[in-house]
Every structure is written in structure tokens, then in C-alpha cells.
């Protein structure tokens, strides 16, 4: 089990996103007012704050959401799920796992600003099976396979 340290999002695709500490995740949509939620199989992007540390250890000065992430975690080996692995997102969302990392066709904000992003490598995109609130402070945990909910 893990904790979610930020909530982010921007109107704006490719751009960094700010945490604003509470959203609404939306079934069959993603997190409500940002630019990449829609129905599709990318619907919101998790980063664990490990990953952002890696490049805080490098000298870089970023935070959660510079990646572009919706949700930044701490606890939880994201990038070592597979795909179909569904997790419990709050107190009522529940995600599934559709994509581990994801080319950078177009170089986003981060990549032109320090010549590396990790999204590509550490992040996961899920899909939002079952909506609800979700905040800062929030559980976010790994659901056994063939679950619909762990609570």
C-alpha cells in the first residue's frame, strides 16, 4: 500500500502540472479538468515520488507534477505492475494499469529543460474503472488480481 503525495493536473497537454491537492476521478474519463483525461486507454498518469528523487539526486529541481504526472505516489513500485493490474485510488476510484512508461514523440517541457524525463520509463497510465474523489493524503493500493475492490 501507498499514499498519494500530490494531485495534479493543467489545462494544457506537454506542460508541467500543478498539484491541486483534490480532484475527481471520472469513470471512463479521467481526473475532471485536465488536458489528457478523455476516453481513451491514458486517461490519468501516476509517477512515484522514488522516480522523482532519482532526478532530484542528479541535481534537477523538480516536484511533483513537473513530469506531467496526475498523480505522484509514494510506496508503491509503479513501473514493476503489469498491464490489467488494478488499483484502489482513494477511497472509491479504482484504476487499471493500460500502459507502463510511453515514447516522447514531441520533447515535453521537461525534456527540453534538462535533457531527460523519467515519465517515459517509471510512469504508468490506468484507465478509471470506478470514479471518485481523490486527494493528497489519500491510500492508493494494489487490488489482488480478479478484484473489483479491496475495501
Excluded at 513537473?66 to 490489467?84: M, Q, R, S, Y
Excluded at 517541457?109 to 493528497?136: H, N, W, Y
Aim: aromatic share 2%; net charge neutral; charged share 25%.
Amino acid at each position: 500500500m501507498g499514499v498519494i503525495v500530490a494531485v495534479c493536473a493543467s489545462p494544457e497537454k506537454g506542460t508541467r502540472k500543478k498539484n491541486i491537492g483534490t480532484g475527481m476521478l471520472v469513470a471512463n474519463h479521467g481526473l475532471k479538468g485536465d488536458a489528457h483525461a478523455g476516453p481513451w486507454h491514458r486517461q490519468v498518469s501516476l509517477l512515484a515520488m522514488e522516480s522523482i528523487q532519482k532526478m532530484r539526486e542528479l541535481g534537477l529541481d523538480v516536484n511533483p507534477g513537473d513530469f506531467a504526472e496526475n498523480i505522484t505516489t509514494e510506496g508503491i513500485n509503479l513501473a514493476g505492475l503489469p498491464v490489467g493490474t488494478r488499483l484502489a485510488i482513494g477511497p472509491e476510484a479504482i484504476g487499471e494499469v493500460t500502459q507502463i512508461g510511453k515514447e516522447c514523440h514531441s520533447a515535453c517541457e521537461i525534456r527540453r529543460l534538462t535533457g531527460d524525463c523519467i515519465m517515459p520509463r517509471e510512469g504508468i497510465f490506468v484507465r478509471i474503472l470506478t470514479g471518485g474523489p481523490v486527494k493528497v493524503g489519500d491510500r492508493i493500493e494494489v487490488l489482488e488480481p480478479g478484484s473489483s475492490s479491496g475495501r
